[in-house]
């Protein structure tokens, strides 16, 4: 009985050296660039509240820009993942072509709606209890924030193209080198601009935003002289530029995979928005409290989001070679792995609760509802690893209308509802009320696993492809 759930949950030493070989590179930039932000949040909430509140109020609207080009580029990327896979290098370079054309529009589209609707959109944040002199404050430092960061897009957007798309054909060590430099360079420029040091000026809030935009375009500079310079490795960058040309049966099919993950990552995001929005209701101490909550969570989660991008390389690979009952074997044993490590992640991060929110220049009552934040994130951390893998695995095989219902949809139709509804009618407090909203997500995971269970993932979708 154990021999036989062994073989079919555990994988061999050959079976993890290939998983982390994948996983470690993704998990090392992602991990370094969220230590990095951390550091960035701290510095900025060294400087005051009324500062950091600002900051993560923009990076909160932010993140809603940042997912819709993650779901644009992932949309293609299936298509990407198997044409590798298949050694198709030609139907690698569409699928480069067509993130290049659709993040574009979106990034054009991204600076326009910031650009009229900034103080709107940050004054949702700013409705809870507070000094109007804070909220002015707070809204200030979140305009000259978010406006500073609009320029950085660009890069940005680009950086996600060429990344992606060296990850899906298995070169990860190139874009962890550039993510890598590229956070060195934004802690640099952090100390020299937020506290003025070395002749620099004083720049707060600002400096920070400053920086991450500078280290945006050095990211930018680097992904792309190593792609350019390594066509022997990157096939799919020759003469990728000697026409936007995609075929038009192609470009159709990666569409209708794209627009539904598109525009799952952009509800999912607006949603966790709308959520922050609801826990915002309970006081100007949650914004704090909660963006503390996020800066550590944000370090620890970095292992499952890296798990759940292997799984989406992995098994995306398989099925477009045509392994389609190794890719259901692979998958299972990855989500194990992802879940597993997952109960000691959570641990550690459990045990640093009390002590991360001492570090910033904040109340105590902020610092107690941050401690409590993160000991629930903690506790619900294999939960959010098993929601992930189950979210990779269905998308790996272009079932992204699927993920829509199963992600976003479940969010914004269940989740946001029964927060407001809770902060409404039953008058539910805040760290309850968070923790349910966190819990929520096993219902997700019991879905993910009877979808999962049933096969409707596994299929070869670049198999008919022109």
Not at 44 to 68: D, H, K, P, W, Y
Not at 320 to 347: H, M, N, P, Q, Y
Request: aromatic share 12%; glycine share 8%; net charge positive.
């Amino acid at each position: 009985m154990i021999s036989s759930l062994r073989r079919k949950f555990v994988g061999d030493r050959a079976f993890y050296k290939m998983a982390l070989a994948i996983a470690v590179p993704i998990m090392i930039q992602n991990g370094i660039t969220q230590f990095v932000s951390m550091l960035d949040n701290i510095m900025v909430g060294r400087v005051g509240t009324e500062q950091m509140t600002g900051v993560s109020i923009a990076n909160t609207l932010l993140f809603v820009f940042n997912l819709c080009i993650f779901g644009a580029v992932s949309g293609a990327g299936i298509f990407g993942a198997q044409f590798f896979g298949s050694g198709d290098h030609r139907g690698v370079r569409y699928a480069f072509r067509y993130k290049l054309l659709l993040c574009s529009a979106l990034t054009a589209a991204g600076i326009a709606v910031f650009l009229l609707l900034d103080e709107k959109l940050i004054m949702l944040y700013l409705k809870g209890e507070g000094t109007a002199e804070e909220i002015a404050a707070s809204l200030g430092y979140a305009k000259e924030y978010l406006h500073i960061m609009l320029i950085g897009l660009v890069p940005f957007t680009l950086s996600q193209c060429y990344a992606s798309t060296l990850r899906e054909n298995g070169q990860t060590v190139a874009p962890m080198a550039a993510g890598i430099i590229s956070v060195l360079v934004n802690l640099g420029f952090n100390s020299l601009l937020i506290f003025g040091y070395l002749g620099f000026p004083k720049l707060g809030s600002t400096g920070a935003a400053a920086a991450t935009v500078i280290a945006r375009f050095v990211e930018l500079a680097l992904v792309m002289l190593w792609t350019h310079r390594h066509k022997e490795k990157c096939p799919f960058i020759v003469g990728a530029y000697r026409s936007l040309r995609i075929p038009g049966k192609l470009a159709w099919s990666i569409t209708k995979k794209t627009i539904p993950l598109m525009l799952n990552e952009t509800l999912w995001a607006a949603g966790m928005a709308l959520l922050s929005q609801c826990y915002s209701l309970h006081g100007y101490d949650v914004v704090s409290a909660t963006n503390i909550s996020n800066t550590i969570a944000n370090v620890f989660n970095v292992a499952f989001l890296a798990m759940g991008n292997a799984i989406g390389i992995i098994v995306g690979q398989l099925l477009g070679s045509g392994r389609l009952k190794e890719a259901a074997d692979t998958d299972r044993k990855l989500i194990f792995f992802s879940v597993f490590i997952c109960f000691f992640i959570g641990g550690a991060m459990a045990l640093i609760a009390p002590l991360f929110p001492r570090i910033y220049n904040t109340s105590q009552n902020v610092r107690e509802l941050a401690a409590q934040f993160i000991r629930i994130v903690a506790l619900c951390m294999p939960i959010n690893s098993l929601a992930n893998a189950c979210y990779f695995t269905l998308r790996s095989g272009g079932k992204t209308f699927v993920t829509f219902l199963f992600d976003s949809f479940f969010v914004c139709a269940f989740t946001v509802p029964l927060a407001l509804f809770l902060t409404y009618v039953a008058r539910v407090p805040i760290v309850p009320l968070f923790l349910i909203c966190q819990l929520v997500d096993i219902v997700k995971c019991i879905i993910g696993l009877i979808m999962i269970r049933r096969g409707v993932w596994i299929h070869n979708i670049v198999k008919e492809a022109p």
